[in-house]
T-cell receptor
């Protein structure tokens, strides 16, 4: 799987949009971009994933650049409960294989009141 | 239940004792993963079950660790003769099919403390 690079920490004001960047310049054509987060003392939580099109769900939006070398996770109206470590990972689409998750150091997002 | 559940939520044990950790995956999910996470560290893969196939045990750190999955549902992770370095949060995840792009849904974890 391609390596990802994220800033170690970010702050965001409550109610504002939180934009979390991720670089994955070595991503290959069959690799998906996934985002998970981990709130303190909880298990990781899936947020969203995409291949090349932008994606939106009830939690967030994922914007992937046209060259797919970077992406941005957008939390449109951050709340204090969104304070967590956010992990960006890329995973190859290989069916039938046991592909465990590997997280890097992620971005610690702190939502400020 | 709606999500992955794990029990107990916290376990304190003495060095040398055996412990059992339980995971109930999401109903219908054929794949089940065990991970552990030490304080401030990333996920460490332990073992993976997929349907009736032989489990992938490549992440188990020693022969003191073992896991079973009965009836394709509930799984138990057993640690024998616990050591202080086994202290960590043990996380269970399940996914629908077990392919690399399946979303994994995590339980809340079991925090194990070995005194």
């Amino acid at each position: 799987d391609a390596k990802t690079t994220q800033p170690p920490s970010m702050d965001c004001a409550e109610g504002r949009a939180a934009n979390l960047p991720c670089n994955h310049s070595t991503i290959s054509g069959n690799e998906y971009v996934y985002w998970y987060r981990q709130i303190h003392s909880q298990g990781p939580q899936y947020i969203i994933h995409g291949l090349k099109n932008n994606e939106t769900n009830e939690m967030a939006s994922l914007i992937i650049t046209e060259d797919r070398k970077s992406s941005t996770l957008i939390l449109p109206h951050a709340t204090l409960r969104d304070t967590a470590v956010y992990y960006c990972i890329v995973r190859v689409a290989t069916s039938g294989s046991a592909r465990q998750l590997t997280f890097g150091s992620g971005t610690q997002l702190t939502v400020l009141p | 239940g709606a999500g992955v559940s794990q029990s107990p939520s916290n376990k304190v044990t003495e060095k040398g004792k055996d412990v059992e950790l339980r995971c109930d995956p999401i109903s219908g999910h054929t794949a089940l993963y065990w991970y552990r996470q030490s304080l401030g560290q990333g996920l460490e893969f332990l073992i993976y079950f997929q349907g009736n196939s032989a489990p992938d045990k490549s992440g188990l750190p020693s022969d003191r660790f073992s896991a079973e999955r009965t009836g394709g549902s509930v799984s138990t992770l057993t640690i024998q003769r616990t050591q202080q370095e086994d202290s960590a949060v043990y996380l269970c995840a399940s996914s629908l099919h077990g392919s690399s792009t399946d979303t994994q849904y995590f339980g809340p974890g079991t925090r194990l403390t070995v005194l």
